[in-house]
């Protein structure tokens, strides 16, 4: 004889109470960085940069520096948007993780173009 036990049912829920900090100051940094790739790429040659009491002279930067602060900050976005939509997806947003999705593509895009143009 078989016995059978029905088992209560317990919903658990999957939503977390964290701030997306962590998706912030990813984002962020790699949003400074890759303005500030923007600009010592594509700002004037005699430039002067002061930033919090650091000066560069933009003449004086090799090639390299604007490409990697570029795909730096692409990829540090790109980890963000990746986070970003992942949280969203596990919260049932799902509109909402394919739009940040999409701009993690678009992101990682963008440093795959520079990445590229910086080896060239």
Not at 7 to 34: N, P
């Amino acid at each position: 004889m078989t016995l059978l036990r029905e088992r209560e049912e317990q919903i658990v829920s999957s939503q977390s109470s964290s701030t997306y900090s962590w998706e912030w100051f990813l984002g962020l940094v790699g949003a400074f960085a890759g303005m500030l790739g923007l600009w010592m790429r594509y700002g004037p040659d005699e430039g002067v940069l002061n930033l919090f009491g650091w000066s560069w002279n933009i003449s004086d930067i090799s090639s390299a520096w604007p490409f990697s602060f570029l795909v730096g900050g692409f990829v540090a976005m790109t980890g963000a948007f990746g986070l970003l939509g992942s949280r969203l997806t596990k919260s049932g947003l799902v509109a909402q993780a394919t739009a940040a999705t999409i701009a993690g593509l678009l992101t990682l895009a963008a440093a795959i173009s520079f990445f590229l143009l910086w080896i060239a």
